[in-house]
């Protein structure tokens, strides 16, 4: 049995009275692409939030590799090799294409304040290969012609694909993607799911994907977990789960709740 | 070891401005050192408040730390001054520090009010502690001199400050091309996604504390020395506000910004002069004025109208 990448053994999260998630947990392989979905307010994005430190668990804990990170400031995780991106852009808005990437490439040398504030060659060389390293992941993305345009002024599609380029310029060895394919065209959400396909398998990248674009999880996902109301109440194949009655009705029971 | 442009223009200053200040009377010369003075203080906030987006009040507090510790260190061990300002710069930058820990989880107006009631406190440390610091009545600083020798004269004084506002200028720009300066406006934008992509906001918002700091305590330090004299009063509360407005009236965020801001709002009292009566209400409809119609500051306004129109003739020159 191989090691699993990421685990997560029965976690729980409350914010005040409401319980967000319960006793959730989950396996994951390395190199594996989990999809996770769900009706709103089922606890998928909580659940991604407490996996990258955002939001602390009440219960349960968490192993990157075996390794309990449990409580870990998200920064903390993210030097791990957890990275994320979000649901609504969390973009660097005054700050260029290139330099939103600059601040997720993984980290050379430490400079310190004083290198830096002289600006000595050891600083100057650290810079330049942070650059190159950010120009490096921009090309996968085809987002050169951009690098030097200031984020606030990119259209929402390209700016889905500079917070993906971003998150993965740090090499991680998990990405959480909460709805990836939101606000994107049919055509622009195919490509986007072509492009984070290939990119897992040349990273080896293990993938937790939150999406509702069922026709979008039948492409990706090999594996589909499903959450209501905090806990899962399926899992398996993309097919499976399509035909699954308990998930057809938690659906419907949702939209029957929302009409 | 390549130099930029900007750099090269940066030396050419100093020494214009140098060359320049051979000429000019006791007077003008003390009006340029205060300018430069408040452009030293002005960098640090800018760092603080415009790249790091942490609202502070209490940045002459740091000021007046700066300008005590060394004047205290002059007078009563017998240190030079460049070895007092120094000392103090350190000694404010760990106060900014310990400032730091407690309020870098506050936000927005939490942090300002905090900052506030941090400026109160050293300012009632400075009026009660009247054996050491004077108190209200204020503080004479010896004057500064190398090496035992002759006190230096106001020229020498005015070509210390000047080296040093240059050097600051140099130094700022050098920290907002790095990783740390990027981090600095990542974690105003985004704390979230700055956490989330490994930058430690925790620790980025107490650098910029410490930085701020340290700048303002240089500033102090070489005001105590310009001025010769410094009382509780120079550090309060108006002193504090008159520096968020260096910021925003140059351009928040921006080393040009700070340049600008701190240069023109200094030389504004002077041109006002003529009509004393109205200065007061006249520097505050400029302050309006400017909040109102160039929102983004002088910096911005000189970049869209001065230096891109330049930049793209040149440009174009060498295509052609």
Known sequence: ?259 | MKISPATWFGVVAVGAFAIAGSFMGSYPIYLLSLAMINIISALGLNLLTGNSGQISLCHSSFMALGAYVSALLTSMLGLPFWVAIPCAVLIAACLGTLLSLPTRRLRGIYLALATLGFLQLVQITLEEMSELTGGVRGLKVPQPTVFEGQPLNYYSIYLVVLVVCGLSILVTRNLLASRIGRELNAVRTSPHASQALGVSVDRVKLIAFALAAGYAGLAGGLLAVVVGFIDPNEFGVSAALKQITFIVVGGLGSVMGSVLGATVLSALPELLRPVKEYSDVIYALILLGFLIFVPRGLAASLEHFVMSPIRKRVGRKTLS
């Not at chain 1, 905090?230 to 659906?251: L, R």
Request: hydrophobic share 45%.
């Open chain 1, 1 to 259: 049995m191989t090691l699993a990448r990421l685990t997560l053994e029965k976690i729980a999260v409350r914010f005040g009275g409401l319980i967000a998630v319960r006793d959730l947990s989950l396996s994951l392989a390395p190199g594996e692409i989990r999809g996770l979905i769900g009706p709103n307010g089922a606890g998928k994005t909580t659940a991604v939030n407490a996996i990258s430190g955002v939001v602390p668990i009440e219960q349960g804990r968490i192993f990157l590799d075996g390794d309990d990170v449990s409580g870990l400031a998200p920064h903390e995780l993210s030097r791990k090799g957890i990275a994320r991106t979000f649901q609504h852009v969390e973009a660097f808005g005054d700050m260029t294409v290139l330099e939103n990437v600059m601040i997720g490439v993984a980290r050379h040398a430490p400079v310190s304040l004083w290198s830096a504030a002289v600006g000595t060659p050891f600083a100057r060389r650290t810079e330049l290969a942070y650059r190159k390293d950010a120009l490096d992941i921009l090309k996968l993305f085809e987002l050169e012609g951009y690098q030097d345009t200031v984020a606030s002024e990119l259209p929402f599609g390209l700016l889905k694909r500079m917070d993906l380029a971003r998150a993965l310029a740090s090499r991680p060895k998990i990405l959480l993607l909460d709805e990836p394919t939101s606000g994107m065209s049919e055509s622009e959400a195919d490509s986007a799911i072509q492009a984070v396909r290939r990119l897992a398998e040349q990273f080896s990248m293990t993938l937790l994907v939150i999406e509702h674009n069922m026709r979008v999880m039948m492409a990706l996902a090999d594996v589909v977990t499903v959450m209501q109301q905090g806990a899962v109440i399926a899992e398996g194949t993309p097919h499976e789960i399509q035909n699954d009655p308990v998930v057809i009705a938690a659906y419907l029971g949702d939209e029957d709740a929302d009409a």
